[in-house]
């Protein structure tokens, strides 16, 4: 069994900053990829960055140099620093443990970008 716990969501202005967090639990595996996806309202589940166990990166088109993915192996937990936040950006973003062939999820959290 796999939990993912995701805090640091909320309102921000454009422009600002927002730094999201990952924590899980359960058997995790020590080979494994983390990410976040976003889903905005009346659109697919998109990728946003994700980050092997062996620190290889992928970023989204959209996010790259805006965005960076980290992730502590000891704690297994992800990070997402979200700089220069957009209204584009706005969605709820969730976490993602993908280990082999299964994928876990976590509740999401919601990112509003708005003045």
């Known amino acids: 069994q796999v939990q993912l716990v995701e805090s640091g969501g909320g309102l921000v202005q454009p422009g600002g900053s927002l730094r999201l967090s990952c924590a899980a639990s359960?058997?995790?595996?020590?080979?494994?990829?983390m990410g976040w996806y976003r889903q905005a309202p009346g659109k697919q589940r998109e990728l946003v960055a994700t980050?092997?166990?062996?620190?290889?990166?992928n970023y989204a088109e959209s996010v790259k140099s805006r965005f960076t993915i980290s992730r502590d192996n000891a704690k297994v937990t992800v990070y997402l620093q979200m700089n220069s936040l957009k209204p584009e950006d706005t969605a709820v973003y969730y976490c993602?443990?993908?280990?082999?062939?299964?994928?876990?999820w976590g509740q999401g959290t919601q990112v509003t970008v708005s003045s």
């Open positions: 993602n443990l993908h280990i082999i062939k299964n994928d876990y």
């Open positions: 980050m092997t166990s062996g620190g290889s990166i």
């Open positions: 359960g058997s995790t595996g020590s080979i494994n990829v």
